[in-house]
């Protein structure tokens, strides 16, 4: 009697792993890295953009603070994660609520717009952030681009 | 009066749910920030009361409750406290309890530094085990994540050290140790675990007292985007007062070790994760007639998978085995020989209706009773049988 039962949770199981075989890749957009004018650190590797975002680095390689900032939603937050961070959306809010909720960070300053990401890091030390290739960064400057 | 705060804040939160909808939420009151969340879960079975001692009959007696307040106090130095309530049958009862709270300082990236109530790393997920809406499964794999233990292993008052060291081309390193004494209080939970490991040879008798504990882990985020392994350990020794033969006094003391390995993988909406544990008990049985002495290891593991295919739905399932004692996996030395392993095939579907509400319905096939507690169901003569739990989770 219970046996069909089993039998239809494995078929379940062995469907949802087969899932990712069938899906395709995403192509992210461009996206530049941008940090304040004052910054003295020129490039960044993605390793470390990764760990910024990620709150495992919290200091530039000169020492200074280093202040990550992020849009709310939208094609470049997804293709930032993707490139720089390696994780979907869910993934990354998933795991800010992690730490919100072990008491290990709280959840990343964020932007409703690219132009908002701009202003703030134009005026703000030591600040990092993102935007599509094509935006106006006005007097931020780019650390890397991808 | 404190059913009141609890339902006073539960009518906060789902305030806050309902109010909000968009950009991520936090409430901020003089630079604090504060979060939380209220789970709500019901629970059913048959054949067995599984999980709480009233789930045959269907029942809410399933829920968590956290609230969080932190505040930076400057870019190195981070203070916060989490409050926690649950009910899981009569274990719990909604007493409200210190989940963690602790002064963080970060030293440097590869050491930060940690004093107060910290959560213990035991495997991936014991820090985040009440935190429903972090997973798509509502039920953790039994066979590593005892519900029934969950208060007593979540945490240690004590200090810790944690870090993220760089390895440049072969990922980086996460580590975390800690050293405290643990909370082990009967109402919790840990008295219907002890009577039950023990199959009736002596039960609980009067408040246990844990040594220090010291507990580490370390995860290796390979050079593989989204591949993780991990390792962690845990050790301490618990003193317990016990009756034997229901008369006589005596006192039982404990080594425990737990060791865990395991590996996570995220590709994309893809999460899979698999486990292993062994977590040894040497016990020495003290009492007026002499002592004795035993040990058990029991094993676990288990592989999970969950996909998340749009903002709106996930699933997920796993399945997860465990042996009471890995030397008598078919269980020769149990009163009934399906105490001695649990096989669970779970399968979860998730709705996440919006940013702070998840709704998750899920379904269990389990061959076994090495989890069904013998205090509640004193015939466990059926191997196998079913349950399934309901459970909606608002966050802010």
Request: with cysteine; net charge negative; aromatic share 12%.
């Given at each position: ?24 890749l ?6 530049k890295?941008i940090t ?6 020129e ?6 953009v990764?760990?910024i975002?990620?709150g495992?680095?919290?200091?530039w390689p000169n020492g200074d ?5 992020v849009?709310?939603s ?8 993707q490139?720089y ?5 869910a993934?990354f ?8 909720f ?5 959840n ?9 990401i701009v202003?703030?890091?134009?005026n703000?030390?030591g600040?990092?952030g993102?935007?599509s290739?094509?935006?106006d960064?006005?007097?931020?400057k780019?650390?890397s681009?991808k | 009066m ?5 339902m006073?804040?539960v009518?906060?939160?789902l305030a806050?749910s309902g109010?909000?909808?968009?950009s ?5 009151a ?9 789970s709500?879960?019901?629970i059913?079975?048959e054949?067995?009361?599984?999980l709480?001692?009233?789930?045959k009959n269907g029942?809410?007696e399933?829920n968590?409750?956290g609230?969080?307040f932190?505040k930076d106090?400057?870019d190195?130095?981070r203070l916060g ?5 649950r009910?899981l ?8 309890t210190v989940?963690?709270?602790?002064g ?5 990236d590869?050491l930060g530094i940690r004093?107060?109530r910290?959560?213990?790393p035991?495997g991936?997920?014991?820090e985040?085990?009440d935190?429903d809406m972090l997973?798509?499964?509502v039920v ?5 994540y ?6 007593t ?6 200090v810790g050290l944690?870090g993220?060291?760089?390895l440049y ?7 975390q140790?800690v050293a405290?004494s ?6 919790n939970g840990?008295?219907k675990f002890?009577?039950v490991?023990?199959?009736?040879m ?5 408040h ?6 010291y ?5 290796w ?5 989204g591949?993780s392994?991990?390792?962690s350990?845990l ?5 317990s007062p016990?009756?034997i033969?229901?008369a006589?006094k005596?006192?039982n003391s404990?080594?425990n070790?737990?060791y865990?390995v395991g ?6 909406d893809?999460t899979v994760?698999a486990?292993y544990?062994q ?6 049985l003290?009492?007026?007639m002499?002592s004795a ?10 592989l999970s998978a969950?996909?998340r ?5 996930s699933?997920?399932a796993?399945?997860s085995v465990?042996y009471?004692d890995?030397d ?11 105490d001695a392993w649990e096989k ?5 579907l998730?709705?996440?209706?919006n940013?702070?509400t998840?709704?998750k319905?899920?379904?269990h096939h ?20 079913l349950?399934?739990v309901a459970k909606?989770?608002?966050?802010f």
């Open positions: 009697m219970k046996q069909p039962k089993l039998r239809l949770l494995l078929i379940g199981l062995v469907l949802l792993m087969a899932i990712p075989l069938i899906g395709s995403a192509t992210a957009g461009t996206v890295i304040n004018a004052s910054n003295s650190v490039t960044v590797d993605d390793n470390l990764k760990n975002f990620l495992k680095k919290k200091n603070h280093a202040q990550f900032v849009l709310s939208g094609e470049t937050h997804k293709s930032f994660l490139t961070v390696k994780k979907s959306s993934q809010k998933n795991y800010w609520k992690k730490q919100v072990t008491g290990k960070g709280k990343p300053k964020s932007f409703a717009s690219e132009g908002e202003t703030y890091v134009t703000t030390p600040t990092i993102y935007v290739a094509g935006t960064i006005g007097d931020a780019v650390l681009e | 404190k059913n009141r705060m609890i006073v804040f009518c906060c939160v806050c109010l909000f909808s968009g991520a939420l936090a409430l901020e003089g630079g604090v920030d504060i979060h939380g969340f209220v709500q879960g019901f059913f079975s054949d067995y009361e599984y709480t001692n009233n789930s029942s809410f399933y968590e409750i609230i969080n932190s106090l400057s190195r130095l406290i989490q409050l926690f309530s009910d049958g009569d274990v719990g009862n909604n007493k409200v989940d963690w709270a602790y963080d300082y970060r030293v440097k590869w004093a107060g910290i959560k213990l035991l991936f997920y014991n985040t085990r935190i997973r798509t499964n953790m794999p039994q066979s590593i005892a519900d029934l233990l969950r208060d292993v979540i945490a240690a008052n004590g944690y993220n060291i760089d081309a072969m990922g980086s390193l996460d580590y140790l405290g643990m909370n082990i209080e009967n109402e840990f008295e002890f009577n490991s023990y199959k009736g002596f039960v609980i008798d009067g246990s007292d844990s040594e220090i504990t507990a580490g882990g370390l995860r985020n390979t050079p593989l985007d591949l392994l991990g390792v350990a050790t301490n020794t618990v003193d016990v009756l033969g229901g006589l005596g006192k404990t080594d070790t737990a865990t590996v996570e993988y995220l590709w994309e893809l994760a486990e544990q977590y040894q008990v040497e016990y020495t003290t009492s007026p002499g002495k035993g040990d058990q290891t029991t094993e676990g593991y288990y969950a996909y295919f749009t903002d709106l739905f699933l997920g796993y399945y465990l009471i890995k008598d996996k078919s269980g020769d030395n149990f009163a009934f020989a399906n669970d095939l779970a399968l979860s998730r709705f996440d209706i940013d702070y998840a709704f319905v899920e379904g389990v061959d076994g009773t090495a989890r069904v507690n013998a205090t509640d169901n004193p015939i466990r003569s059926e191997d196998k049988f349950y399934g909606v989770t608002f966050s």
